[in-house]
Structure formats: C-alpha cells, structure tokens
C-alpha cells in the first residue's frame, strides 16, 4: 500500500474506474455472446435483433473508452459478417 498521499488517491480512483469499466466492458461481452449463440440457432429475425443489440453495446464500451474502437470495430464486422452469411 502507498504511503504518499496523491498515490492513496490515485489508486482509490483507479479502483472506482475498474469497476466502472468492468461492468460496461461485461455488458458488451454478454450480448457478444447472446448474439454469437442466436447466429448459431439460424433463426434470421432472432440473430438480428441480437447482433444489433451487441453492436449498440460495443458502440457504448468504445465511447467510454472501456475497448479500444478498432477493437469494437472488429467484432461487430465479424458478428456482421456471420449475419450476412446466415441470411444467404
């Protein structure tokens, strides 16, 4: 543990992002999944509605910075990508 005051602080700050980043970056990485597993059942409509939810929360994770954009970039191609496939 720190001994000098500004660090004190710092890592109290640090822990209260942590958190904060946590529960965001963990809420991405669910619908990610959701959306992963309705791709899998080939149910068109029901893929849809998931892949859009986990776009929209991949979206907010790299405007809070959580993930990086080219990072959230990425998997929503992916996830798109899979999409267009099914729907063919």
Known sequence: MANIKSQIKRNKQNEKRR???????GKARTAV????????????EEAKQAVLLAISSLDRAASKGVIHKNNAARRKSR???RLAALAK
Not at 19 to 25: A, E, S, W
Not at 33 to 44: D, G, M, P
Request: no cysteine; aromatic share 0%.
């Open 19 to 25: 958190i904060r980043n946590r529960i965001v970056r």
């Open 79 to 81: 996830l798109m990508k």
């Open 33 to 44: 999944a959701k959306a992963r597993e309705a791709l899998a059942s080939q149910s068109v």
